[in-house]
């Protein structure tokens, strides 16, 4: 199947232009990145998609088999990179697409010139000598509701997830969001990302990245954006002054200000 019908893949800005890649997070699609994509459409060829069971991609194409680990999400990047023969790749990923944009750089890093990783984490489960923000029964219990209610579960989640209590809309947008995903595909992706561990994967990647760390994040805190950091051989760690886990809706103009200084250094 062709990578531009399985991810609904969209692409704007100049042909010859330096590639730059968004990748959604869980619950979400391609829309979420609206407000920060076109402060680079002048300057790269920006490439927009899909997970399968989100937005526009063609849910035929899911499969339990390939998609029970986030290798599946990385070998879809990795086939949209063959299909547009795109290199130097500024990838820029939120919450699980951060790890899944690893795994992409760490298996094929010929592809990639940067990596922007947004609300991180390699593992949600806390550990021995590790934060990750979530014990196993909360993990647990978290599966569990959103087994038997899922839009029950998305309505209570999404808000905590977006923070921001201040401004209720955007948590009903990312409410909306998740609504609009495949019940069943989505169950799948939610454990697949709060059961995986990829700290190993950390110190596999030598592309330049940026770690963007939002302050008060419930579901990526402080300690685990430093963690990232840390095991990243090339990285530089900012953190946002943006609530939160989700700053390309709630803090647009300070994510494109850090992502700038970045890809133009």
């Not at 968004?22 to 060829?45: L, T």
């Not at 991609?57 to 899911?62: G, L, R, T, V, Y």
């Not at 989640?157 to 209590?165: D, F, H, L, R, W």
């Not at 495949?182 to 709060?194: G, L, M, S, W, Y």
């Amino acid at each position: 199947m062709s990578a531009f019908a399985r991810n609904n893949v969209i692409v704007h800005g100049p042909r010859d232009a330096r590639p730059m890649m968004f990748s959604h997070g869980f619950g979400c699609d391609q829309n979420m990145w609206r407000f920060v994509w076109p402060a680079f459409a002048d300057d790269f060829r920006i490439v927009l998609f899909d997970h399968v069971g989100a937005g526009g991609s063609d849910p035929a194409a899911f499969d339990r088999t390939r998609y029970s680990s986030l290798h599946g999400y990385a070998d879809d990047i990795l086939a949209i990179c063959d299909e547009l023969d795109l290199r130097d790749v500024v990838f820029v990923g939120h919450s699980v697409s951060a790890m899944i944009g690893v795994l992409a750089a760490a298996e094929r890093p010929e592809r990639f010139a940067k990596l922007v990783l947004v609300s991180p984490s390699p593992r949600y489960l806390d550990d021995e000598g590790y934060v990750g923000g979530f014990s196993e029964e909360d993990v647990q219990g978290l599966l569990d509701s959103l087994e038997s209610n899922y839009l029950g579960w998305s309505s209570a989640m999404a808000p905590v997830i977006m923070g921001n209590e201040d401004r209720p809309e955007l948590g009903e947008e990312l409410t909306n969001s998740f609504c609009r995903n495949d019940p069943e595909i989505a169950k799948q992706f939610a454990r697949v990302t709060f059961m995986s561990d990829n700290r190993e994967d950390l110190a596999r990647v030598h592309t330049p990245s940026l770690v963007l760390q939002c302050s008060d994040d419930p579901i990526a805190p402080e300690a685990v954006g430093r963690y990232v950091a840390g095991r990243l051989p090339e990285s530089q760690y900012v953190e946002l002054e943006a609530t939160g886990h989700c700053p390309n809706l709630s803090a647009p103009q300070e994510t494109i200000a850090a992502i700038r200084a970045f890809v133009d250094a």
